[in-house]
């Protein structure tokens, strides 16, 4: 497991704008990475997922056209930049890394490794 720690949360008004930044312990520059948030009294979701490479990225349906997930393996980083926010994307967002391919996020469970998260707080 690569350790990963979340930053970039805080609260923005509906419409607004953040990025969420990824950093890892070294390592990651193979893995796939994303993103998952967990709202409260609900289950964790998906987000977004980026191959090892950078070269394709995958979303879930409500975040298309304003979400966009990027990373920087010369850092060890990833990003999810999040445009038009809305009080529906008030979470915990998670960053997490595993295997190649954008099919090895989709697939991450509660029973993966996990850091700490980052409250993103979107008001009305």
């Known amino acids: 497991q690569v350790p990963l720690v979340e930053s970039g949360g805080g609260l923005v008004q509906a419409g607004g704008s953040l990025r969420l930044t990824c950093a890892a312990s070294?390592?990651?520059?193979?893995?796939?990475m994303g993103w998952f948030r967990q709202a409260p009294g609900k289950d964790r979701e998906f987000v977004a997922a980026?191959?090892?490479?950078?070269?394709?990225?995958y979303y879930t349906d409500s975040v298309k056209g304003r979400f966009t997930i990027s990373r920087d393996n010369a850092k060890n980083t990833a990003y999810l930049q999040m445009n038009s926010l809305k009080p529906e994307d008030t979470a915990v967002y998670y960053c997490?890394?595993?295997?190649?391919?954008?099919?090895?996020?989709?697939?991450?469970?509660?029973?993966?490794?996990w850091g700490q998260g980052t409250q993103v707080t979107v008001s009305s």
């Open positions: 070294g390592g990651s520059g193979l893995l796939a």
């Open positions: 980026i191959n090892w490479g950078g070269h394709t990225t």
């Open positions: 997490a890394a595993r295997g190649r391919f954008t099919t090895d996020i989709v697939t991450m469970t509660d029973g993966d490794s």
